[in-house]
């Protein structure tokens, strides 16, 4: 997969994706990953890429041509005009992250983790001229209800999201199965009923214990340690719908 990441801080993103797991996926040639300064699809000397928003109001926003320029560039075709619209190409999809997109979830990650190409437009500043949203981005995202500098941020965090689905990334492709909003589950293989499987999807991953199994008083319970594999996965189904009930009741409110 490609990630394209286009923003006009291009230096921002030497140290997030130099470690972990998004590193092993570019040295295994998993993921490429470029970064493209906004300011060189500019046309003026002194490479402007903001402007006051008509009507008035404080700050300043992304302005229109630079973005369209930077994504027709990247992608090698038109991204259209009001008279006729254009799509990116089949398995490509556009994303500006901006604090009024849609919330990014683990099922927009894995929806992502299908695709060949992802284009991330970092916004800044007030915002972003909205006919970039409307007929450019094929995506507005949000990584939460709260406001940032940047779209810098939450574009490496969605990218790290993705990568850690796209196969062979993680090595063991069964880490991922139990975690915290994945989509199946050793409690949900047992439980055999497809409404269970679907309700606990949306659950946080069960607590997790390792050596010593006994830390300053506080003990390893005791099912973990007794080798009886049915009772460890009812009993990691039951914590993880407890945490879920104390930590995130939105994802499970029809138990409630």
Known sequence: MRFDLITIFPEFFAGPLDHGIVRRAREAGIVQIHVQDLREFTK?????????PFGGGEGMVLKPEPLFDAVEKLLGQSMGTAA?????????????????GKVFTQETARRFAK??????LCGRYE?????VAEHLATDEISIGDYVLSGGELPAALILDAVTRLLPGALGNEASTENESFSESGEWQVASGEQENRNRLASMLDYPHYTRPADFRGWTVPEVLIGGHHAEVA????????????RNRPDLM???L
């Not at 003026?44 to 006051?52: A, E, L, N, Q, S």
């Not at 915002?127 to 006919?131: F, L, Q, T, W």
């Open 44 to 52: 003026d000397r002194h490479k402007t890429v903001d402007d006051r």
């Open 84 to 100: 006729e619209k254009a799509l990116p190409p089949a398995g490509s999809a556009v994303v500006l992250l901006s604090a009024a």
């Open 115 to 120: 695709l060949e190409r992802i284009v991330f």
């Open 127 to 131: 915002g972003v001229d909205e006919r």
């Open 234 to 245: 009812k009993w990691r189904k039951q914590q993880a719908e407890q945490k879920t009930r």
């Open 253 to 255: 409110p029809e138990i």
